[in-house]
């Protein structure tokens, strides 16, 4: 069977950042960077493509592993797009 990835799109809004988008829809900011090639913060009608792989967005507290929230490096760095790990982290599982 074909498996077609339908995209998601956003308009960011004034006075709306990065963190503000990434919350809305459960995705990390490290992943929004990486897929749209950003060098700078979003501006105001400016378009985003949106992970079509979102999952539930956990803050990363003293004694989580990536192999506990994610189950391995790996699968960490497959939905988060980064291996940036650290306490108060905004990370998807």
Known sequence: MLKTERQRYYKV??????????DYFSTSQ???????????????GQILRIPSECGN?????EGDTKELLCGGAEN???KNGTDAFYI???VIL
């Not at 490290?30 to 105001?44: E, F, H, Q, S």
Request: hydrophobic share 40%; charged share 20%.
């Open 13 to 22: 809004k004034t006075g709306q950042t990065l963190a503000d988008i990434a």
């Open 30 to 44: 490290y992943l929004l960077v990486k897929i749209n090639g950003l060098t700078k913060p979003p501006r105001a």
């Open 57 to 61: 967005a956990y803050t990363v507290r």
């Open 76 to 78: 960490y760095r497959l």
């Open 88 to 90: 108060g982290m905004r």
